[in-house]
């Protein structure tokens, strides 16, 4: 997965200073001492932030559609996890499955709403 997300591209994290004493050259295990205090504010703990640009003018499929973000008011299956935007409240957490956003036609009135994979 480190590959996969290009972890060598993100210029976070925490630097360590790592000493290794070997008493004779062939004892030397595979272990490391860390501080708790920093293995408590986040030591070896990352982060990565996925971004995706949605232009709904590519979704359009006739030149007259007028497609705007939103939910249609009341709509149970995704005012619990969308604004009325149609996207995620700030800072929240998605798990496959859940609405990713939503827009609408304004000219049908029909709403289109994509999950998250």
């Known amino acids: 997965m480190y590959d996969y997300y290009g972890m060598d591209s993100y210029p976070v994290g ?9 008493y004779s050259g062939y004892d030397m295990e595979d272990a490391m ?23 709904l003018s590519l979704k ?8 705007v973000f939103g939910i249609r008011p009341g709509d149970p299956n995704v005012t619990e996890k969308l604004d009325a ?14 609405p990713f956003y939503s827009y ?3 000219n049908t009135g029909e709403t289109f709403t994509v999950y998250y994979t």
């Open 14 to 22: 925490t630097n360590s200073i790592v000493a290794v004493i070997s």
């Open 33 to 55: 001492i860390v501080n708790k205090s920093s293995w408590q504010r986040g030591f070896a703990y990352g982060s990565v932030i996925k971004v995706e640009s949605i232009d």
């Open 60 to 67: 359009a499929s006739r030149a007259g559609d007028n497609l």
């Open 85 to 98: 935007d149609g996207l995620p409240f700030v800072g929240s957490i998605l798990q496959p499955g859940d």
């Open 104 to 106: 609408m036609n304004l």
